[in-house]
């Protein structure tokens, strides 16, 4: 073990059973700090190379750096980023917001968001070492006056020791200095923009096209106009080559690996139209509320804050034609294509609901507040390739589950074997986060001498396929891509409007018709039953996973039964009506009347499973007909030897039916 990750592993010790301070930063670990109970990987002990020359300095201005983004995401990826060396370790770094902390306070707070027990001290405090704060109003241009004058210090004194690492004389002439970037990253809600960037440019921060590059969140405006509006506004202060308008789920592995699925591989292409795909499903679910967030989130609601930003973007993603080229350009141009044969979506195509409770948070001032936490949305896309498909868009605060996934659902096989007519659609399942990766539903037979038809899993879960650790997370990515001057994963303005486009006819309905709140539903669950029923309207039993679509128990052990039934003489129907119980086994599973070396113990059925012995309950029967598909619509007969179980689940899945985990 080398004597860095030694010292790196003791530090990282240290650090996770010490619950009061730090020594080295004198400031409080935070109270649920687990203990490492594993060896850091080699890549996690990495030390940053304090003193290197860059040919490039760098200052990241974070606006709302007291905010639930640049907590959660915006400072832990600029200290990942600087930890894997991508963003230099002399980068001057500075938060700026309302609130009037100090940098020492504000250090403790940055502290708490990159804190990891299995990371070394070290390069965390050199980090924070990197970090001042500066408080004022967003819109005031004394307040500006004083960020300007801190900023050019902080890049005097970094100019200054590049110098010296360089061994340059102060007086040696332009050319030998190091160009400079300076990365304004707006983490507060878009109404705040023009208001910064007009004070960075009057107040002589923010003068130089190449120097400068603006980071500007989403939601872009709260509808057509206002986007409109803020396109013109900002037009007046920024040019369109230094705006960067991030949407992290751009940035997400499995949405960066979406053309590539689909255009690198011929199985795909054949099959992705509206002969083959019966329904498209783009899901976000988070079991987080608000988080402390009112402030921002009662203005837009789950529709504005996701659906018409990360959602519509994978859709576009989805179902766009194949670009000329992998290049920004060539991308945008199809996606503006696809998403301007997207119909807008109608009330009637709309379920919103808001979770109990969200009325009673401390930072919802609005106590009659309509906003929706929960909105499914079905969106038709008038063009030759999906005419008539269902794109369903799915998104809730406060529900079960932390799920971002694609769900693409095939139709029936036209004219199937008889004995395989019933057999679930296959699904293919893109799966965003957590435990990310792709996985078909087919239907496959389970290997032995009876003939048994089970749905199993195509997986290509990353964990188990690609061995590099943790994923690199989205923001890092993105803001790697800012500080490389590469835009071809940013928004631009008219996919903005096209999106906008969409939905903003729908949101004035909504705000308009008082009478019209969002239908209540409790935290925990899968959001309000009613979604369901839009589900039906289209032709699937629910929304969601569909792991389980059966209106009875699921049925996995068809065979015993059957086999039994049929020696007989007595069809699967007639034998449940006697009270034959098929009992519930995953596949791979032994069944009860076998032994341990899976042999068949007893030509009949162990005991009390003899018909009549056990007495009929929803959980033990065998249904006459026996389950309904996974892709919904009205119940399916199975012929006997097609099981409707649930696929085989790779480690990390639930099992669980949605109905089971509600
Ligand atoms: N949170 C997240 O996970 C993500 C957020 N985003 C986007 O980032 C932006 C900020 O979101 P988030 O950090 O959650 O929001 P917060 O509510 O946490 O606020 C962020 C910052 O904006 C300031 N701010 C908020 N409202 C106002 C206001 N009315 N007037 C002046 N300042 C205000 C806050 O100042 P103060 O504290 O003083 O109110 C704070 O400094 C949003 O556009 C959001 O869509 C994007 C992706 C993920
Ligand atoms: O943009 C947003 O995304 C986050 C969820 O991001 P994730 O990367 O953790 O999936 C969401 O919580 C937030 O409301 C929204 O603004």
Redesign the pocket.
Known sequence: MSAVRKASEATAKKVATDTDSDEETGLRVPPKVMPLLVPIPEQLTKLPSFGAVHDELTTVIVF???????R??TFPALFNLMYKDHLADDAVIIGY???PLSTTAFREMVYRSIYAPTVANQPRTHFLNQVTYEHGE?NEPASFAALREALEAREAQQLADWRVRAGIDADAPAVQQPSRVRLYYM????F?YYGICLNLKDSGIATHKKVDRFVL???FGRDSTTCNELLAQLALVLSEDVSYRID?YLGKELIMNLLVLRFANICFEAIWNHHHIASVQVIFKEKVGLD??G??FDQ?GVIR?VMQNHLTQILALVTMEQPLSLSAGHILQEKIKVLSSVRPLARKDLVIGQYAGYLDEESISNKQSRTETFAVAVLHINNPRWAGVPFVLKAGKALNENRAEVRIRFKNVPGAIPELSACPENELIIRVQPNEGIYWKISNKVPGLHFEVAPMRMDLTYQSKYDQGELPEAYERLILHVLNADKSHFVHADELKLSWHIFSAVLHELEAAEDDRPVPYMRGTRGPALADELAQRYGMRKFGSQRFESNTAPVANVPAVDRWATRKGVGVAAAAANGVAGTHRRSGERRSSEGADGAQRNDAPPRNEWPGALPLSSTNLVPPVAATSWAGGSPVAMPRNVSSSSCDEPPGFSTQSESTRR
Not at 187 to 190: F, G
Request: hydrophobic content about 30%.
């Open positions: 709302g750096a007291d905010g639930n983004l640049a959660r995401k917001a309302r609130a967003f983490a507060v809600p878009s705040l969140e989403k939601p992290h402390g967030r402030g921002y837009y804050d």
